[in-house]
């Protein structure tokens, strides 16, 4: 995993794109620009499998904490900039690792994680 910061911010922001230039280590203009709530998009997964993975994203239940496996994951939330925005950070283990904000401050609740897991052959 390589910290890289989003370049954009509030509802045209690519915090999702920073998030996952983050764990395969590209430089945010590599990734495509994905969308607020882009957590559940499949466009994401059509986009990873030129880079032999894919998108894989789950819901939380409870004790998911304990639950998390030891790798880079995307951990998406509430803002805590306000203006109902969602925001994306990078997690290990189901802790964040990675705030692509500037300003550090992570999300306000775990609701999503995602991870980038090698696609089946």
């Keep these: 995993m390589k910290p890289v910061h989003q370049t954009r911010f509030g509802l045209a922001g690519n915090c999702v794109s920073a998030a996952l230039a983050s764990i395969l280590e590209l430089p945010v203009s590599a990734v495509p620009l994905f969308p607020q709530g882009a957590a559940r998009d499949p466009a994401i997964d059509d986009w990873l499998s ?36 969602g925001h994306m950070v990078v997690g ?16 306000l609740a775990v609701e999503t994680l995602g991870f980038v897991i ?4």
């Design 50 to 85: 030129q880079y032999g993975y894919a998108w894989m994203r789950t819901s939380l239940a409870p004790g998911w904490e304990d639950r998390v496996p030891d790798v880079y994951h995307t951990m998406s939330g509430p803002s805590p900039r306000g203006q109902g925005l």
């Design 118 to 121: 090698p696609r089946a052959e």
């Design 92 to 107: 290990r283990g189901g802790e964040m690792v990675h705030d692509p904000h500037p300003d550090g401050t992570g999300i």
